[in-house]
Structure formats: C-alpha cells, structure tokens
C-alpha cells in the first residue's frame, strides 16, 4: 500500500487550502498591480506569497502529514525535551494558542508604527512563542533576534519601504 492510499483529512485540508489560496490572492493582487522585479507593484509581494503557499501545501500533501524527524533516533544533547501531547487537545490549548497568535499579530499591528519593525517583530515573536507550552525564554529570544535581523536586512534594507527600523525619540 503506497502512502497516497491513506491521506488524512487534517493533511488533505491544509494541503487544499494552501493550494487554493493563489486561487483568491492573484486575482486581487493583479488588480493592485503586479509590477516587476525591478519596480514591484504593491500586488508583488502577496502574489509571491501566496505561490509559495501552495508550494508549501504541496510538499505537505506529498509528506502526507509525517514527521520528517521521526525515523532519526533522537539527539543527544542537554536541551531538555517536551514530549508531544498524547492524546486530543483540549479547548483550553487551542484557546491559548490560538489567542497568543491573534494577539502577537495585533501586537505588530498596533506598534509597528510607534515602535518600528525591530521592536516590533521582537514583540511579534515573543508573544507568539506563548502559544507553545514548553517554549524556553533562551530559545524565544534566540528566534526573536534571528527573525528580526532578518526582517531587518529584507524590508529594511533590500526592498526600502517607507518602514522605520527603530522607534523615532523626539
């Protein structure tokens, strides 16, 4: 029996939508304007995003939902390691999550233009990483720093929007 025989509905779902989402987001981002590489068009970038998307839903309807760590026996090292919930998860962890989520992107949202987004994306992910019970303060800020220099580095610097770096003191 091959692996396509036994897709699962949560792996088949979040395949389609990813896969589906260009459906939406390229019709509305032509009419913003596309543009080119050279002169982006504000539709570029969701375009972009939304074919990688479907790329994304690709390779999870092809890994059909697997764990990719799985078959390597586990690591040793002095990391202190969370077991995976055995079991469903209750109302409570997907009002966490999905609360901690809605609002580190709220959180983004609202200081983004006092702040900057420097400060911004450190506040981003460090409410974010409350979503995960078992999440390391050390691990957090370590994600934190390294997805803010990214960000950085890409919106800051490469693409120059009208995007403040780090808060303006008057």
């Given amino acids: 029996m091959n692996r ?10 979040l395949a389609a ?3 589906l989402a ?9 009419q913003y304007g596309i543009g080119s590489l050279a002169e982006m ?24 939902g697997r764990d990719l760590d799985a078959e390597e026996p586990p690591a040793q090292h002095d990391a202190v390691v969370v077991p995976p919930p055995s079991g469903p998860v209750g109302p409570l ?4 999550v999905l609360g901690c ?6 959180a983004f949202a609202l200081l983004i233009e006092s702040l900057g987004l420097a400060l911004s994306t450190l506040a981003l992910v460090f409410v974010a990483s409350l979503a995960r019970r078992g999440t390391a303060f050390r691990q957090a800020a370590m ?6 220099l990214f960000c950085c580095l890409v919106f800051g610097t490469l693409l ?3 995007i403040r770096l780090l808060p303006a003191f008057r």
């Fill in 4 to 13: 396509f025989s036994r897709l699962r509905l949560d792996t088949v779902t």
């Fill in 160 to 162: 120059g929007p009208e």
């Fill in 41 to 64: 068009g504000p539709g570029l970038f969701p375009a972009m995003v939304s074919v990688l998307l479907a790329g994304m839903g690709l390779v999870i309807l092809v890994l059909n």
């Fill in 22 to 30: 260009p459906l939406v987001v390229i019709p509305e981002a032509i």
């Fill in 93 to 96: 962890v997907v009002a966490r």
């Fill in 17 to 19: 939508f990813c896969c």
């Fill in 101 to 106: 989520i809605t609002l580190a992107v709220a």
């Fill in 143 to 148: 994600l934190a720093v390294g997805l803010t």
